[in-house]
């Protein structure tokens, strides 16, 4: 799924016609649950959106005890490392039965948030970041494990260098912007930063201000070099830091 059109649902609740929605609210519900929401070892239904029985194939009470015996097997491993017992929940997920969907996006993301439970303010392990040799469910337990490990290694160390272009950007775009009046510029550096990609609508949503003031920073951001247009279209633009 491209990252506009991931953008524009999850600040608009905008599709195309070509667009699955079931697919886009999955992966809203997957970057709401990675940003926030409970605690998956506290309350796993309420992080899974499942506490409705009549909604899903499972009845009420083989869903709790399906939860119940992966929390009891990821409890007792409370001595492993974080990054160690996500691995390990993760490869017990369809072993306990709680795959919902033929892929494993409930899975991952549990783990993803399992992971950096010791995080000292990280929400979420950039899993996906590292590659997807992590997620395969081949081979001996030490080397999913080794797999698991490498790829955590990868996505942890490419999600900070983006992290740190972003912060470089943000406080050089702030100089080139401190003379600019009004709040429009500093609200939209702020969804420059926060999103990967912004439209024109999504920005004037995300910021409150007019059409017309977002165009007008959009276009002085861009001669700048502030920021760039990746479409290359005349409509539907999107943009994106230039960092």
Same mark, same amino acid.
């Given at each position: 799924?491209?990252?506009?059109?991931?953008?524009?649902?999850?600040?608009?609740?905008?599709?195309?016609?070509?667009?699955?929605?079931?697919?886009?609210?999955?992966?809203?519900?997957?970057? =709401?649950?990675?940003?926030?929401?409970?605690?998956?070892?506290?309350?796993?239904?309420?992080? *899974?959106?499942? =506490?409705?029985?009549?909604?899903?194939?499972?009845?009420?009470?083989?869903?709790?005890?399906?939860?119940?015996?992966?929390?009891?097997?990821?409890?007792?491993?409370?001595?492993?490392?974080?990054?160690? %017992?996500?691995?390990?929940?993760?490869?017990?997920?369809?072993?306990?039965?709680?795959?919902?969907?033929?892929?494993?996006?409930?899975?991952?993301?549990?783990?993803? =948030?399992?992971?950096?439970?010791?995080?000292?303010?990280?929400?979420?392990?950039?899993? /996906?970041?590292?590659?997807?040799?992590? *997620?395969?469910?081949? +081979?001996?337990?030490?080397? %999913?494990?080794?797999?698991?490990?490498?790829?955590?290694?990868? +996505?942890?160390?490419?999600?900070?260098?983006?992290?740190?272009?972003?912060?470089?950007?943000?406080?050089?775009?702030?100089?080139?912007?401190?003379?600019?009046?009004?709040?429009?510029?500093?609200?939209?550096? /702020?969804?420059?930063?926060?999103?990967?990609?912004?439209?024109?609508?999504?920005?004037?949503?995300?910021?409150?201000?007019?059409?017309?003031?977002?165009?007008?920073?959009?276009?002085?951001?861009?001669?700048?070099?502030?920021?760039?247009?990746?479409?290359?279209?005349?409509?539907?633009?999107?943009?994106?830091?230039?960092?």
């Amino acid at each position: 799924m491209s990252p506009d059109r991931l953008a524009l649902w999850l600040s608009m609740r905008l599709s195309g016609v070509q667009d699955d929605s079931e697919a886009l609210a999955r992966a809203g519900w997957a970057v =709401r649950r990675l940003t926030g929401g409970p605690e998956p070892m506290v309350d796993l239904a309420a992080f *899974l959106d499942r =506490r409705d029985p009549e909604k899903f194939e499972d009845n009420a009470e083989r869903f709790d005890e399906r939860v119940g015996s992966w929390l009891d097997v990821m409890t007792a491993a409370v001595d492993l490392h974080p990054i160690t %017992r996500a691995c390990m929940g993760f490869q017990l997920w369809s072993l306990a039965g709680l795959g919902r969907y033929g892929d494993r996006i409930e899975a991952a993301v549990t783990a993803g =948030r399992i992971a950096a439970s010791d995080g000292n303010g990280a929400i979420f392990a950039p899993l /996906a970041m590292g590659g997807a040799g992590g *997620l395969r469910a081949s +081979g001996r337990p030490a080397e %999913r494990l080794a797999r698991w490990l490498d790829e955590m290694e990868t +996505g942890c160390l490419t999600a900070m260098r983006h992290l740190d272009d972003l912060e470089a950007w943000s406080t050089r775009a702030e100089a080139e912007t401190a003379a600019l009046s009004g709040k429009t510029s500093p609200n939209l550096l /702020a969804a420059l930063t926060e999103w990967p990609l912004v439209s024109a609508p999504m920005a004037q949503t995300l910021t409150g201000a007019s059409r017309a003031a977002v165009q007008r920073n959009l276009a002085w951001m861009e001669a700048r070099g502030l920021i760039r247009e990746v479409t290359g279209q005349g409509r539907f633009r999107m943009w994106q830091a230039a960092t």
